[in-house]
């Protein structure tokens, strides 16, 4: 699934650029083709998901569940994908309306986060940071999840509860201080890493708030600053300083969440 996902994405980029940016995403960024809507539609569209299928839901998600139990596998299944599909249709409508109402309004991302193009960005570092990231916490949550007694998951699914219902209100409320406990390890992975951000970010010593600009962490400028620096020199001490300021961010990032995870931990042992 995931190659034929990748294959899918590569062959339709060409398709996706020229259905919302004209056909050259570089000539949109500078304002010379297209106007605001694409980039505010694609903004929209999450949140305009997530509150159809919130709505969807709480309103009719019971009856809907009744349906399902009712008919056979294979018609509840036709009936979860348009469901599915018709969730997106209306998402889509709407992240279109606020689309239109913005560009109205004179709203327009580009110049701010969306702006000059260069071809090693911050996007490009999350990619690359989510692969180094992502399955650590996904090792760490599994076994936080994976230890939640049974006896827990089997009075839940007894009690008449859905494997997804049983997911979200007892083994995720029981498991949420090891679930926490791995974003933070891997937050921490993400903060200290720095030949990641120094390949894929271009090494650019300016950063903005251009998602499509370069950019260069703290520990990457250490990496890379320290064996030219004159000892004792002004960039000697600044990249010390810059060692302290990491040091500080890291203790209390820490320090943070271990009271957040030990909150967690006590409200479990509550339930």
Same mark, same amino acid.
């Given at each position: 699934?995931?190659? $034929?996902?990748?294959?899918?994405?590569?062959? $339709?980029?060409?398709?996706?650029?020229?259905?919302?940016?004209?056909?050259?995403?570089?000539?949109?960024?500078?304002?010379?083709?297209?106007?605001?809507?694409?980039?505010?539609?694609?903004?929209?569209?999450?949140?305009?998901?997530?509150?159809?299928?919130?709505?969807?839901?709480?309103?009719?998600?019971?009856?809907?569940?009744?349906?399902?139990?009712?008919?056979?596998?294979?018609? /509840?299944?036709?009936?979860?994908?348009?469901?599915?599909?018709? %969730?997106?249709?209306?998402?889509?409508?709407?992240?279109?309306?606020?689309?239109?109402?913005?560009?109205?309004?004179? +709203?327009?991302?580009?110049?701010?986060?969306?702006?000059?193009?260069?071809?090693?960005?911050?996007?490009?570092?999350?990619?690359? +940071?989510?692969? @180094?990231? *992502?399955?650590?916490?996904?090792?760490?949550?599994?076994?936080?999840?994976? /230890?939640?007694?049974?006896?827990?998951?089997? /009075?839940?699914?007894?009690?008449?509860?859905?494997?997804?219902?049983?997911?979200?209100?007892?083994?995720?409320?029981?498991?949420?201080?090891?679930?926490?406990?791995?974003?933070?390890?891997?937050?921490?992975?993400?903060?200290?890493?720095? +030949?990641?951000?120094?390949?894929?970010? &271009?090494? %650019?010593?300016?950063?903005?708030?251009?998602?499509?600009?370069?950019?260069?962490? $703290?520990?990457?400028?250490? /990496?890379?600053?320290?064996?030219?620096?004159?000892?004792? &020199?002004?960039?000697?001490? *600044?990249?010390?300083?810059?060692?302290?300021? $990491?040091?500080?961010? %890291?203790?209390?990032?820490?320090?943070? @969440?271990?009271?957040?995870?030990?909150?967690?931990?006590?409200?479990?042992?509550?339930?």
């Amino acid at each position: 699934m995931v190659i $034929l996902a990748i294959y899918g994405a590569v062959k $339709l980029g060409d398709w996706f650029e020229g259905a919302f940016f004209m056909g050259d995403f570089k000539a949109w960024v500078n304002g010379d083709v297209g106007g605001p809507e694409p980039m505010l539609f694609l903004l929209a569209l999450p949140l305009c998901f997530l509150g159809v299928s919130i709505f969807v839901s709480r309103f009719y998600g019971r009856s809907l569940g009744l349906l399902l139990r009712k008919v056979s596998q294979f018609r /509840a299944g036709l009936l979860e994908i348009g469901r599915w599909v018709g %969730t997106l249709v209306v998402a889509g409508l709407c992240s279109l309306a606020i689309a239109k109402v913005l560009a109205i309004l004179g +709203m327009d991302v580009r110049g701010t986060f969306v702006d000059t193009y260069v071809q090693r960005n911050t996007l490009i570092v999350g990619f690359a +940071m989510g692969f @180094a990231v *992502i399955p650590i916490i996904y090792t760490i949550a599994e076994d936080a999840l994976n /230890a939640v007694p049974e006896h827990l998951r089997a /009075a839940s699914l007894g009690c008449g509860a859905t494997p997804w219902q049983t997911a979200i209100y007892v083994v995720l409320p029981t498991a949420i201080s090891g679930v926490f406990s791995a974003i933070m390890i891997g937050m921490g992975r993400a903060v200290g890493e720095t +030949m990641i951000v120094v390949m894929s970010a &271009g090494n %650019t010593p300016i950063i903005d708030m251009n998602i499509f600009n370069g950019l260069r962490a $703290l520990s990457a400028t250490i /990496a890379v600053e320290l064996p030219e620096a004159v000892k004792n &020199g002004t960039l000697y001490r *600044i990249l010390f300083l810059s060692g302290l300021v $990491l040091f500080a961010m %890291t203790f209390v990032i820490n320090t943070v @969440a271990e009271i957040i995870r030990l909150r967690f931990r006590k409200r479990a042992m509550q339930l």
